[in-house]
């Protein structure tokens, strides 16, 4: 099955620092690599993915790039703002038919932005 | 609107009690999940299903039984509680089809301690 390895598991910066998350997976099947936000207390949100036929996907401060051949993807947010301070996971799976639902998670990063 | 309900939030079981969290979904979604959550180790699939009447194993599944007799609800039961299941559990659901059946939406989780 998939596995998918996370780094840095806490990662602290500066507020308007750059912050750069790091995923690798192991399925050359896996054609779909989402971003999820935790903020304390709460369950998880989509904040960004990407598909395999995509290199690059970009949506306001945040972008995902994805490295077919190496197997890896990362997360990037730039101009962090204290309310980026959250636990993000990365995911991947193989898209469709019975995969629907089903997602194989990185072990989290703790994004903490100081003020 | 609400999206996914889980209930209780919190809930504190002696070993070898039993307890159902319940997840309820709003947005008639065909596919539900139940994922842990624990440190270090990301969310982990323990069971999911794709659509009313069928249910399947994910990757943790042991010590936890599931049902969907209908669209909206997805239980989860504890046989037998034991201190290795104590952790955070989150119920999730995806729609279906491209561009949909992958975005899971999560619900704000249940935390849950045996003793």
């Keep these: 099955g998939e596995n998918v390895e996370q780094h840095p598991s806490t990662l602290s910066v500066q507020e308007g620092d750059s912050a750069v998350i790091k995923c690798t997976y192991s399925d050359s099947a896996s054609n779909y690599f989402p971003w999820y936000k935790q903020e304390l207390g709460k369950g998880p949100q989509l904040i960004i993915d990407i598909r395999s036929n995509v290199g690059e996907k970009k949506d306001q401060r945040i972008a995902v790039t994805l490295n077919k051949t190496a197997k890896h993807f990362s997360l990037h947010i730039t101009e962090t703002q204290p309310e980026d301070s959250a636990v993000y996971f990365c995911a991947a799976t193989n898209a469709g038919g019975t995969s629907y639902g089903k997602l194989t998670f990185g072990q989290g990063t703790i994004l903490t932005v100081h003020p | ?115």
């Excluded at chain 2, 070993?15 to 959550?37: K, P, V």
């Excluded at chain 2, 969907?68 to 559990?89: G, H, I, M, N």
């Design chain 2, 1 to 115: 609107n609400a999206g996914v309900t889980q209930t209780p939030k919190f809930q504190v079981l002696k070993t070898g009690q039993s307890m159902t969290l319940q997840c309820a979904q709003d947005m008639n979604h065909e596919y539900m999940s139940w994922y842990r959550q624990d440190p270090g180790m990301g969310l982990r699939l323990i069971h999911y299903s794709v659509g009313a009447g069928i249910t399947d194993q994910g990757e943790v599944p042991n010590g936890y039984n599931v049902s969907r007799s209908t669209t909206e609800d997805f239980p989860l039961r504890l046989l037998s509680a034991a201190p290795s299941q104590t952790s955070v559990y989150f119920c999730a659901s995806a729609g279906t089809g491209y561009n949909t059946g992958e975005k899971l939406f999560f619900g704000s989780g249940t935390q849950l301690s045996v003793l």
